[in-house]
């Protein structure tokens, strides 16, 4: 074991406990398959990647992120439990801002091997963003469906506010002609909301903000671009 492992494990207070899970309890869970608060991964061996699901789930509605399970569903365990725990660890604390909180459980597949149990609670200090050593362009994530993907700079506004109180907008000519259009269109992106009110990108990304905090509006965060639908 190297010694940041050992140093890891001296500080009883920042590792792991047993869980009060049941196998059979797992089992039931893991049977549910992936979703906005579910997560499987085999191993921690590329924790770089991990920490975007946890920012994510911070970001979303908070979640729970099981390593030693396979997206097929099986549970095939950990062998090496402690460095799988400590390599995810490190990644969360060195790479994700502001500190997240988490709590890390164990549970006992076989005599041999153990799942880890990363618990996420839903952030009051959103967004929490991942910051590579080698990327000088920090990024959020946030949770959809089964999958993260990295937030726009309109939902990076929408976490950073929606916990604000007393949030106006005035209604004019702009927000007709997109309630209009999502009348008969259902859905809207940023560019389209510019092109069918002529306004600027600009004013209109602040206006869909706006209409969104106002809870007139709901975000729909896609990989490739947010939809705007009605609240």
């Given amino acids: 074991m190297n010694q940041g492992l050992v140093s890891y494990f001296e500080k009883t207070e920042s590792h792991s406990r ?7 309890d797992l089992k039931s869970l893991v049977r549910q398959g992936e979703s906005i608060q579910l997560e499987f991964k085999l191993k921690a061996n590329h924790p770089e990647k991990i920490v975007r699901e946890i920012v994510a789930f911070a970001n979303t509605k908070g979640g729970i992120l099981l390593i030693g399970v396979g997206d097929d569903k099986s549970i095939p365990g950990l062998k090496f439990a402690d460095e799988e725990e400590y390599m995810l660890v490190r990644a969360i604390e060195r790479n994700c801002f502001p500190p997240i909180l988490y709590e890390i459980e164990r549970i006992n597949i076989t005599d041999e091997r153990e799942v880890l149990i990363f618990s996420i609670p839903m952030s009051l ?9 080698n990327d000088d362009n920090p990024k959020a994530y946030v949770r959809v469906a089964d999958r993260s993907v990295q937030a726009s700079k309109e939902m990076k506004q ?4 929606e916990n604000e109180e007393g949030i106006q907008f005035r209604f004019g000519e702009k927000e007709k002609v997109l309630l209009t259009y999502l009348a008969e269109n259902k859905k809207i992106t940023l560019p389209e909301f ?5 306004i600027p990108l600009w004013l209109a990304s602040r206006t869909l903000v706006l209409l969104v905090l106002a809870n007139v509006l709901k975000i729909q965060p896609n990989e490739l671009t947010d939809y705007y639908i009605q609240a």
């Fill in 158 to 161: 929408i976490l950073r506010r």
């Fill in 18 to 24: 047993v869980s009060g899970m049941k196998l059979k």
């Fill in 125 to 133: 200090e959103k967004p929490h963003y991942v910051k590579l050593d």
């Fill in 194 to 198: 510019a092109k069918v009110a002529n």
